[in-house]
């Protein structure tokens, strides 16, 4: 038995260990290394680095009960020094061949001082297999340690890090309200202070043990005393002041988070198009930037003031016409792939985005709409003399729209139309012999998606006062339909829940640029293996994803 | 009823009209170009040359359709991530073989031996990579709805470049020459040249070997039985996880074989290399009829051979400027037309139809 | 517990009013503000350009000449500087999101930056209402220093197109006495834009442009639309302003089409770097290339190049580090410049200030030629040089 776990301690260590090897050789760690946590304590590299011996330590004592604790201890150990052998290795093999750094080019001497805390190889490798294996017994031990003691330290070490790591948000939002020497003890020039860490460490302590020790079955109880009536006022009362949240959301975050969340606001727009196009009527689209690329072309050629736009018109005139525009290209889209389904429907979508994109940088219709050169001196909304120019209005713009696109969503959802859309996902044969008129469900369900897009391409076009073809590339098209998937299919609540975590999360994040893609892959693979029905799944598909057998028939 | 009707009339008048149009803008175009002579005087050699460029660009198309297509006709999912496994074993191969044999020399003096060591580490490397991403991404979520590993796959796409990108660098690596494949043959008064003659005979022969392999032995057999139905494949004795292990390396080792031939004729890799013609490789296969071996490598050529001769021959026949630059929409739009008249594809099967 | 907390609120109290306490000498009399950097804080820049995407290479390479320039310069006034890279992501969009996020933090006294022309429209806009200051290693987009479109924060080190290819033109025409020229871009703005002037001054000087083409970035052979240029003309030279991955393979397979046998191959600052070089090989060989004058006996550019290979392990990826270099340069000699230091060692640096020393800038040596700044931004040295790969290596042969 014990004999088993060791082997299974092993291959855990030498797998958490191949991962630090990997971040190290593609240069995560030396460059997530400049990028401190705690000002001058602890850097975000020093943390991929050193979970990996942790998290080993953690998962391979998972099932060892309280009474062996030394065995646990043994295991951790185990594992971590067993991750430390491929570092190591990869140390070692700087000594061998200098050379190495021709082919990988991000295995510097600088990657090799991080991790031989400036020592020589030789040494070096010592101490890390040292730090590692204590980091494993660590990671070991927190199962031994008692649960009343485990969580608060964990969640204290969470937050702490967390908030370290999105110190932009923190600081953002508190720069008008603290002054400049608070700004300045509290946050460095990258991440967080020592003192900050200190009061988010013993402040998120504090909350745990007080939850724990008695705040939760407090509130609990509380809960359930409330009568039904006051249950319902409660509700009221938070959904109103969630309204005026979100209306006073721009005074909080200040212009550059407003700005991250107008973006997050598109996408939900676009969102939740597309949800009616693959979540509602089951029409897998990959090309759905073409009607985002359409709404945004218009409201350019129309309201331009530079050599290319034609009439000068006014946003508020020009905005009606752009997603006219978009849903005529969608129903035209819708025609001829009427016949088509499941992926021959999502290749021929792609291929629509695509030739929009490339007729959009075309020397062919390059007078008309500028080509590569893109269109420039988009007019900004205005009304009377006010125009609008910052995040902040923008964002009301956007609210206002989302609100418009989740409210007809919803509406939709649960009319005649919206069961029809249901049914023709679920089986298109046996819809039509329902008697649903396929063409025209199919048709409006394009159009309705394109509309949405179309609106969102309109806002995008005039938010930044000049559009490039570049701006419209699959990239986009495949974001969107990945929150809405990863927010949970066919939810509307989920497309909120989606864009702000593959769209915000990677705008806070972006000086990690160069890892963006790769963290974002990363994340995108592990939420769907966590939860494959996604982060907030509408009712429907939580039904299916609990009654096994009939998942497999799900959604196409 | 008669509502519908006429909505059925009306749509089917706008797919007659969209197909008219299609043929009459290509119709008009060719003739402009030959006879009127509009644009450019080619050559018949010139056009020999277009074909040659397209041919070669198809075959390794085929090669990479092929993934998709086994992938796809035992799974039925889209493994975005395929034109990555290209890359991976490329770009590996590159760095770590050709480079270092072609500066030793080495290749020049045995380019056989030389070329073989170079295409055995790269499939190794794509079908390490393919594997290890259906074993963590794919295999967990067989029984989930189908989108969801659609996702994953496009995750493991971009993972995997950015991964490699970190791994090798962002820049261009240039791929050896051969000596011995520099220059033309002559073949029936046409000059071939030597890399893209080398290219498409071994993507041919690759892609019958494939065949072989799929229809008569006894491994291809049991691809075969699960792509038909996996519970009854495993009610047979057949090992369905082992299997689909096996499709996503076959397919993947094609890759592998299909970079190395994209670096013999293109001389150089990096690591978004995969991401276009894997993009194309997938129109590729569904235009063949995705889940059609022959299908796969019909639909590769077809695509190369347009994207070539459809630019000069009826685009520029219309006078559109940069008419190259225009090969996508011409690849696209013959798609959709080849999906009107036949929807399961050149000659796709109706299976995929039912199953989609 | 209560009372931890209480101690550590209180100690956070009495920092505070410690740090209340720290002596103000210096007064910001600037129009539109000041960066007041304490003595014990770095001086803060950023840069924003494509580090993610396809196009990384291009602007990672204009971020390691943005960060060797701080290596290279040390302490600046005594404080050290320190770099916020962020991504223009190659798109407006990018170019927007990175540019607000610069103006949100009051620290930050300059950017480098964008990358791509598409990404500098917005991110000019943000910038000068503002009151920030940036510089553009490599937008060369005429629009963004054009006389009405302007913004008042805007400069740039990299050659605005229209020189560049109007010199390319000229050099062509008189001194390689080039009658039929074909042009070909790849749907970028930078090389639609340099073929396009290219193209037009080509003609107005007289000569006859033969073809005008377009191949797309990603295209993976260009066999077919050089089979079409070929039977346009044939051209006595083809002019292709693109990157490093599609002009090497434009370099390498106009060999293979029969037509275009001893066709003068030119291109652009898109493709001046060691890695086209090795990219493309002996095909190379004989092309000319337009750009600025590049490390001939240029010695601070030896020494950059040495620094860049340790530092990043590989040769430069793009042409724009230099101009990088010479941005980050730029910003810092005026921080100098125009900083007034407190007794402590505060740094009092004036936002209008620094835009004037800026745009005052004049007769500057940098690695990409003697800097001199006009009043629309324009700060790359006018003249545009010529050189000819051979034996693997650029050699300058004009002017």
């Known amino acids: ?556 | 009823m008669a509502q519908r009707f006429k909505d059925i009339d009306y749509i089917g008048l706008f797919l007659w009209l969209f197909r008219a149009a299609i043929i009459v803008i290509v119709v008009w175009g060719t003739v402009a170009k030959l006879f009127l002579g509009q644009g450019n005087a080619y050559t018949t050699k010139d056009w020999i040359n277009f074909l040659v460029a397209g041919l070669s660009q198809g075959s390794i198309f085929a090669l990479i359709a092929l993934g998709y297509t086994l992938v796809y006709g035992v799974l039925f999912m889209i493994n975005f991530a395929h034109g990555e496994f290209f890359m991976a074993g490329t770009m590996t191969a590159t760095i770590f073989v050709a480079l270092p044999l072609s500066a030793s020399g080495f290749l020049d003096k045995h380019p056989v031996i030389g070329m073989l060591a170079i295409l055995v580490v790269a499939m190794v490397v794509s079908v390490s990579v393919a594997l290890l991403t259906e074993r963590v991404a794919y295999r967990p979520l067989r029984r989930a709805p189908r989108l969801v590993p659609l996702i994953t796959a496009i995750g493991a796409s971009f993972f995997w470049q950015y991964f490699f990108a970190g791994l090798f660098g962002s820049g261009l690596i240039p791929f050896p020459e051969l000596a011995v494949l520099r220059g033309a043959w002559m073949i029936g008064g046409v000059e071939f040249l030597k890399t893209r003659a080398v290219v498409m005979i071994a993507s041919v022969i690759m892609l019958i070997g494939l065949y072989i392999f799929i229809m008569r032995t006894k491994t291809g057999t049991a691809i075969r039985a699960v792509a038909e139905d996996k519970d009854i494949a495993a009610l047979m004795g057949i090992d369905v996880d082992r299997t689909i292990s096996i499709t996503f390396a076959t397919g993947a080792a094609m890759a592998g074989v299909a970079g190395i031939l994209y670096g013999l004729v293109f001389r150089q890799v990096n690591f978004i290399m995969g991401f276009v013609p894997g993009i194309k490789a997938f129109t590729a296969a569904v235009l063949g009829g995705i889940g059609s071996i022959p299908g796969a490598a019909i639909g590769g050529f077809f695509l190369g051979v347009f994207e070539a001769i459809g630019p000069p021959l009826f685009l520029e026949g219309l006078g559109i400027p940069g008419s190259h630059q225009l090969k996508d929409v011409i690849a696209f739009t013959m798609l959709v037309l080849v999906l009107i008249f036949r929807p399961q594809g050149i000659i796709g099967e109706r299976l995929a139809e039912k199953k989609a | 517990m209560k009372r931890i907390i209480f101690l550590v609120l209180f100690s956070i109290l009495m920092l505070m009013v410690l740090a209340a306490c720290g002596g103000q000498a210096l007064e910001c009399t600037d129009a539109i503000g000041c960066v007041e950097v304490a003595p014990d804080e770095p001086i803060l820049i950023a840069s924003s350009l494509v580090i993610s995407g396809p196009n990384a290479p291009l602007g990672l390479d204009s971020q390691y000449g943005v960060e060797i320039a701080i290596d290279f310069r040390g302490d600046v006034l005594g404080h050290k500087v320190e770099l916020q890279p962020e991504d223009d992501g190659c798109s407006a969009e990018g170019g927007q999101a990175s540019a607000q996020k610069v103006v949100s933090n009051p620290q930050i006294v300059a950017l480098v930056g964008t990358s791509c022309s598409g990404a500098g429209v917005p991110a000019s806009k943000i910038i000068s209402d503002a009151g920030y200051v940036m510089v553009s290693p490599s937008n060369t987009a005429p629009s963004l220093t054009d006389a009405e479109l302007h913004e008042a924060g805007y400069l740039r080190t990299a050659h605005n197109d229209k020189i560049q290819g109007a010199a390319m033109a000229n050099y062509v025409y008189n001194d390689l006495g080039i009658r039929k020229a074909a042009a070909v871009h790849d749907g970028d703005p930078y090389t639609e834009g340099l073929a396009s002037v290219f193209s037009e001054s080509f003609q107005e000087l007289g000569g006859e442009i033969v073809a005008f083409e377009a191949i797309s970035a990603d295209a993976t052979d260009v066999i077919a639309p050089l089979t079409t240029i070929a039977a346009a003309g044939p051209p006595e030279l083809i002019y292709y302003p693109v990157f490093i991955p599609l002009g090497s393979l434009i370099t390498k397979q106009a060999q293979e089409v029969d037509g275009l046998d001893g066709v003068i191959l030119a291109a652009a600052d898109g493709v001046q770097s060691p890695d086209f070089l090795t990219a493309s090989g002996d095909a190379a060989e004989g092309m000319y290339v337009s750009g600025p004058d590049l490390g001939f006996g240029n010695e601070i550019y030896d020494k950059f190049l040495g620094a860049y290979k340790e530092k990043y392990g590989t040769d430069p990826t793009a042409p724009f580090h230099a101009h990088a270099f010479d941005a980050t340069n730029m910003v810092l000699d005026a921080i100098e410049k125009v900083a007034q230091v407190g007794d402590d060692g505060t740094l009092l640096i004036g936002r209008q200030a620094l835009r004037d020393a800026l745009f005052a800038t004049s007769g500057m040596s940098g690695i990409t030629g003697t800097l001199t700044c006009d009043e629309y931004g324009d700060c790359a040295d006018a003249k545009i040089a010529v050189s000819q790969v051979q034996g693997g290596a650029f050699v300058p042969v004009w002017p």
């Open chain 1, 1 to 556: 038995m014990s004999q088993l776990n060791l082997r299974n301690a092993a291959r855990v260590g030498l797998l958490a260990g191949v991962v630090a090897l990997s971040v190290s050789a593609i240069g995560m760690v030396e460059s997530f290394d400049q990028r401190d946590l705690i000002t001058d304590l602890f850097t975000l590299g020093q943390l991929l680095l050193f979970s990996a011996p942790l998290v080993a330590g953690y998962m391979v004592t998972k099932g060892v009960r309280d009474a062996d604790n030394g065995a646990a201890v043994l295991l951790g150990l185990v594992s971590g020094v067993l991750t430390a052998v491929p570092p190591i290795a990869l140390i070692l093999l700087t000594l061998i061949a200098p050379n190495i750094r021709n082919a990988l080019v991000n295995v510097s001497p600088a990657l090799i001082s991080i991790l031989t805390f400036g020592a020589s190889q030789i040494i070096g490798s010592l101490i890390l297999a040292v730090i590692m294996a204590v980091l494993g017994v660590i990671g070991a031990a927190i199962h031994i340690v008692p649960e009343a003691v485990r969580k608060p330290i964990l969640y204290g070490f969470g937050w702490t890090l967390g908030l370290g790591m999105l110190s932009d948000v923190l600081l953002n939002i508190l720069r008008p309200l603290l002054g400049r020497s608070l700004v300045r003890l509290f946050f460095g020039t990258k991440g967080i202070t020592f003192v900050s860490a200190a009061i988010i460490f013993v402040l998120s302590i504090a909350i745990t043990i007080w939850w724990q020790s008695g705040g939760q079955s407090q509130y609990e109880a509380r809960k359930a005393s409330l009568s039904e009536a006051q249950a319902k006022r409660s509700r009221q009362i938070s959904i109103g002041a969630g309204i005026v949240a979100l209306l006073l959301l721009p005074l909080i975050l200040g212009t550059y988070l407003t700005e991250v969340v107008d973006n997050v606001g598109l996408f939900i727009l676009m969102g939740l198009g597309l949800n009616i196009v693959v979540g509602f009527a089951g029409l897998l689209d990959l090309g759905y930037v073409a009607f985002f690329a359409i709404g945004a072309y218009v409201m350019g050629i129309l309201t331009s003031q530079g050599d290319l736009g034609i009439i000068d018109m006014s946003f508020w005139l020009a905005l009606p016409i752009s997603v006219a525009a978009a849903v005529t290209a969608g129903v035209l889209l819708g025609m001829p792939v009427l016949r088509m389904r499941g992926d021959y429907l999502a290749i021929v979508t792609l291929g629509f985005g695509e030739i929009i994109r490339v007729m959009a940088t075309s020397d062919l219709l390059k007078p008309y709409i500028g080509g590569a050169q893109g269109i420039l001196q988009i007019a900004k909304p205005t009304s009377g003399s006010f125009t609008m120019v910052q995040p902040e209005h923008f964002y009301y713009l956007i609210l206002a729209g989302a609100g418009l696109a989740v409210f007809v969503s919803w509406r939709l959802r649960d009319s005649r139309l919206g069961r029809q859309w249901m049914a023709l996902r679920e089986d298109e044969d046996v819809a039509e012999a329902m008697g649903i008129n396929l063409v025209s469900t199919k048709l409006l369900a394009f159009g309705i998606g394109a509309a949405f897009s179309g609106l969102a391409g309109a806002i995008f076009a005039t938010r930044l006062s000049s559009i490039f073809p570049h701006s419209f590339n699959l990239l986009i098209s495949i974001n969107v339909l990945s929150l809405i998937i990863v927010g949970g299919i066919g939810s509307l609540p989920g497309v909120v829940v989606g864009a702000l975590v593959l769209v915000g999360l990677p705008e806070l994040l972006r000086e990690f640029a160069q890892y963006r893609l790769l963290l974002y892959g990363a994340l995108m693979i592990a939420m769907m293996l966590a939860r494959p029905e996604g982060l907030w799944p509408s009712s429907i598909t939580r039904r299916e994803f609990h009654a096994e057998d009939e998942v497999v028939g799900g959604v196409q």
